[in-house]
C-alpha cells in the first residue's frame, strides 16, 4: 500500500506561482504512473498533469505551458510547478499514483488564485 501526501497550497494573486509537492510512503516512482488532478466547488475532478514512469509527461490543454510536472525519486516526491496561475486554477488539488492494479491518492491542497 502507498500513502501520498501533498503540500504546497495556498493563496496566490493571478499571475503569480506556486509550487505543489506529492511525498509517497515508498518508492514507487519507477514503476508507476503519477498524476495531479484537481477539482473546483460544482465540478468534476479533472485530470491535469501525468508523469509515467519513464519519464513521459503530458497534461491538459489549460495548463500547457504554465504548469510542470517532475518527480525526485530519492526523496520519494513529485512536484507540480504552476506558473502564471489564473483564478480558473482555484481547486483542490491531488495527488495520484498508479502502480499494477493499485490506485492511491492523497487528501488534497488546496489552491485559491485570487486579489
Known amino acids: 500500500q502507498v500513502q501520498l501526501v501533498e503540500s504546497g497550497g495556498g493563496l496566490v494573486q493571478p499571475g503569480g506561482s506556486l509550487t505543489l509537492s506529492c511525498v509517497a510512503s515508498?518508492?514507487?516512482?519507477?514503476?508507476?504512473?503519477m498524476g495531479w488532478y484537481r477539482q473546483a466547488p460544482g465540478k468534476q475532478r479533472e485530470l491535469v498533469a501525468i508523469l509515467t514512469s519513464s519519464g513521459s509527461t503530458n497534461y491538459v490543454n489549460s495548463v500547457k505551458g504554465r504548469f510542470t510536472i517532475s518527480r525526485d525519486n530519492a526523496k520519494n516526491t513529485m512536484y507540480l510547478q504552476m506558473n502564471n496561475l489564473k483564478p480558473e486554477d482555484t481547486a483542490d488539488y491531488y495527488c495520484?499514483?498508479?502502480?499494477?492494479?493499485?490506485?492511491?491518492w492523497g487528501p488534497g491542497t488546496q489552491v485559491t488564485v485570487s486579489s
Open positions: 515508498r518508492s514507487i516512482f519507477r514503476l508507476a504512473t
Open positions: 495520484n499514483a498508479q502502480l499494477g492494479q493499485q490506485n492511491s
